[in-house]
């Protein structure tokens, strides 16, 4: 019998070509762009699960307001760790992660390579982390100090394989030259891992910390022991903070307690955060690696779903529409004797056979959109990733189960024919009973009216940033890293460069408003004893005198640093948020202090006030900041006019080189820089753009399915109006009308769904658009004209038919 009916659904198949092929390419494109989903899904949701123990896997966050500055940081203290494994038996083991140091310059054969993979570490981290060992020992690895494991994917760069690594040395450029021993080489760290680095140098190595609760540098990772409840653990951050950290604060500033701490409206908490949650639902400063949302997942779960939906509805209404042309067959073959369940299952077969060729040929577009695809969500996904259990289980049931859904309505729908009526010519079906149609077009044009919606005001949002004053000129700025380039030569080298003609000013510049560069706070107090209600915190970055100019920023009081004034060192710039926490009034002139480590205390004099410039992403307000005038050398910013970029960066580059040798020359520009705090933004938007266009496809192909029904349904009707007079467009507004209406109720429907979701989404940036009432306008009315447009083809088509063909019959 099965074979009957694969035989029978293959005949008819190849006898209506052209409706099989549009069935084919639309549910083909539907079950595709499913599967990339999926995968990115998967891909997004599978983050450190290859560690042994990631369900007892924790990161320590804090989360301090003081002063009005709040920070909420994925980082915490030198000792949490170790206090935490000593007071509480449910501490397994913990390792720290320290990579403030940013970058290394590691000696290759003659040259120096910037390696930006490179943190500092405990040996226990690979205790914590499941981090296979393919040479060495990683549990004693770095206990000493001028120690480092690599990757095998940096052992083979550098010395040729593992084995040769281990108990060789890598000269870095550490306090001018250090050699660090290789102890051992693991694998290279999964892609789907929330940090990935090549060299873990020893934690001996770190010059900061030193027991200081008050100073949060270090990612601290906690292994809990089985059975242990984290959100139960947290209870226990109260008693460390009264017990260690509240005695080193009262060393700083008179209070008694939290509790006095508290009274200015300040707050210190920690807590244990999953390590498998990092990836998807943590967005705290400071984070190892840039991390995705969970919303994203959500909401492209909801995308995959829907436009397999639309496929299948395109499915179903070109079946349907289909159906008169099928009706006679179905009338015959009940003369015959044919059973009802015998004709639900060969059109359910067609249907499964449509769907397997369907998903054969959305595995090749899966295939030949990959690379495109992981390009632009910054993926590296690939065929194999099908090949896990789970996802052979899908792929063998799931034409199944879209045959059977796609299928089960046409089925039903065409073995209710009656033979005597069908036979006579009449389907009995009147345009009239098509509610579950008119539900499935406004289903169809609601979905895509909500991807339309998002797309734009995604795009709106991040033409908004691109465009908005920020407070600095981020425009022509070539930004060149100075950690090749001896100290004592750095100064006379930059201003060399800003003599050429194409440069208009130069300046150090190793703090910069854009992500990825460095970062320094600390506490300032407006009396010279701190207490809860005078302290707060701000930024505290070392520039030099041109950096305000170069920068493009402006000064609203006071001046910035001067040659002219000595006393500038001890003095500081501050912003206007700056200003309002402080509660200074008529602030220049005014002095601020700042406690050391040591309890010694410092004046500064406060000479200028910046106007406010956003030095992080435009998802936060502008927290306070000051300078203070100090190397920064590091890095150096050139403002250039030169329409020839790539030749004034040869020039540069040959200056360097001269007094560099054998010294990497590494060099960006801001703007690129300042979009790259934007690149998950502008990722979601390229693919959301493509599922909108995909979604829009399909729908259409689903319309004129149903326009096709309604007009065979309708053909002797509009040849009657034809005889009687009716003009072409008279019959096209005809067809057309139902339709229109039916856009409209979708377009009213999905309005203020897209609404909520657009108004959530953009809650995530402090700078934001407006959800103005034209952007929903404008998509409504494009919905409306590619409705219009897809429908004119067909009811034009049956227009201009001759009412001769449709009413001879009668």
């Not at 639902?281 to 909401?299: D, F, G, M, P, T």
């Not at 059973?339 to 595995?363: C, H, P, Y």
């Not at 495109?372 to 090949?387: Q, V």
Request: hydrophobic share 45%; proline share 2%; glycine share 6%.
């Amino acid at each position: 019998m099965i074979k009957n009916y694969i035989r029978t659904a293959w005949r008819n198949l190849l006898k209506n070509k052209g409706f099989t092929a549009i069935n084919i390419i639309g549910l083909s494109l539907g079950i595709g762009c499913f599967i990339v989903i999926a995968m990115f899904v998967s891909d997004e949701l599978s983050y450190d699960k290859h560690n042994e123990h990631i369900d007892n896997l924790y990161r320590v966050h804090s989360d301090i307001v003081f002063g009005g500055t709040e920070l909420i940081m994925a980082l915490s203290s030198d000792p949490m760790g170790e206090t935490l494994k000593r007071d509480y038996p449910d501490v397994e083991q913990f390792a720290r992660v320290f990579a403030a140091s940013g970058s290394k310059l590691i000696k290759n054969k003659n040259k120096y390579i910037e390696e930006n993979s490179v943190v500092h570490a405990d040996s226990t981290l690979f205790d914590v982390f499941t981090l296979p060992a393919l040479a060495g020992n990683t549990k004693t690895a770095l206990n000493e100090p001028n120690t480092v494991v690599i990757t095998e994917s940096a052992a083979i760069r550098y010395f040729g394989s593992a084995q040769e690594a281990v108990g060789a040395f890598l000269e870095t450029n550490d306090n001018t030259r250090t050699l660090y021993e290789v102890t051992a080489v693991i694998e290279d760290m999964p892609q789907n891992a929330h940090f990935r680095r090549d060299f873990f140098f020893s934690m001996d190595n770190v010059e900061y910390g030193y027991g200081n609760y008050l100073s949060h540098n270090f990612y601290t990772y906690v292994r809990l022991r089985d059975g242990a409840d984290y959100k139960a653990f947290n209870a226990n951050f109260p008693e460390v903070i009264d017990k260690y950290i509240v005695p080193q604060a009262q060393q700083y500033m008179q209070i008694e307690s939290m509790d006095d701490f508290e009274k200015g409206g300040n707050h210190l908490s920690y807590a244990l955060f999953p390590v498998k949650d990092i990836h998807l639902k943590s967005s705290r400063y400071a984070e190892l690696s840039a991390n995705s949302n969970i919303q994203y997942v959500y909401i492209f779960s909801a995308v995959a779903l829907f436009i397999l939906i639309l496929a299948c509805i395109n499915f179903m209404n070109l079946t349907t529409a289909r159906s008169s042309g099928r009706a006679k067959e179905v009338g015959i073959r009940k003369v015959l004797g044919t059973g009802k369940k015998s004709l639900i299952g060969q059109f359910l077969t067609e249907s499964i056979l449509i769907s397997i060729l369907a998903l054969i040929i959305g595995l090749l577009f899966v295939k030949l959109s990959l690379g495109w695809f992981n390009g632009m969500s910054g993926k590296e996904m690939e065929m194999s990733n099908l090949l896990t259990p789970q996802f052979i289980i899908f792929l063998i049931v799931f034409p199944f189960i879209v045959g059977t859904f796609a299928g089960i309505y046409p089925a039903f729908f065409m073995s209710r024919f009656q033979p005597v009526t069908v036979l006579k010519g009449k389907l009995g079906t009147g345009h009239k009973k098509n509610t579950l149609r008119n539900f499935l077009v406004i289903f169809q044009f609601t979905t895509s009216i909500i991807l339309i919606v998002g797309t734009v005001v995604i795009y709106k949002q991040l033409n908004y940033i691109q465009n908005t004053q920020v407070g600095f000129n981020k425009e022509q700025m070539l930004l060149v890293n100075n950690s090749g380039v001896p100290q004592e030569t750095r100064k006379s080298l930059r201003d060399e460069i800003e003599q050429l003609t194409d440069v208009v000013s130069a300046s150090f510049a190793g703090f910069l408003p854009v992500s990825d560069s460095s970062r320094s706070d600390t506490t300032f107090s407006t009396e010279a004893v701190m207490t809860e209600s005078n302290g707060f915190n701000m930024q505290f970055w070392p520039v030099d005198y041109d950096y305000l100019d170069n920068m493009g920023m402006e000064m609203l009081e006071g001046r910035f640093f001067s040659r002219e004034f000595g006393s500038d060192s001890m003095s500081v710039v501050i912003n206007e948020t700056a200003v309002q926490l402080s509660g200074l009034k008529d602030p220049v002139g005014k002095n601020l202090y700042q406690t050391n480590a040591r309890g010694d205390v410092y004046t500064v004099k406060i000479i200028g006030v910046v106007k406010n410039f956003n030095y992080e992403s435009l998802r936060e307000n502008v927290g306070a900041l000051s300078f203070r005038l100090a190397d920064n050398s590091w890095v150096s910013a050139y403002r250039f006019k030169s329409a020839d970029v790539a030749g004034l960066v040869d020039t540069i580059e040959a200056k360097y080189k001269e007094v560099a040798p054998g010294m990497p020359f590494n060099y960006s520009f801001m703007d690129e820089s300042f979009d790259n705090m934007y690149r998950q933004e502008q990722r979601v938007g390229s693919v959301a753009v493509t599922f909108a266009i995909l979604a829009i496809i399909i729908a259409c192909l689903g319309l004129l399915g149903l326009a096709t029904y309604i007009a065979e349904q309708r053909t002797k009707e509009i040849g009657v109006r034809k005889v009687l007079g009716a003009s072409v467009t008279n019959i096209v507004k005809m067809l057309s009308k139902d339709f229109v209406k039916l856009v409209l109720i979708a377009f009213l429907i999905a309005s203020p769904i897209a609404w909520w979701f657009m108004d959530k989404w953009l809650q995530d940036f402090a700078y934001r658009i407006t959800l103005d009432w034209w952007i929903f306008a404008v998509v409504g009315l494009l919905a409306l004209l590619v409705a219009l447009f897809t429908l004119s083809f067909q009811a034009i088509r049956a227009a201009l038919s001759n009412p001769v063909n449709s009413l001879r019959t009668e």
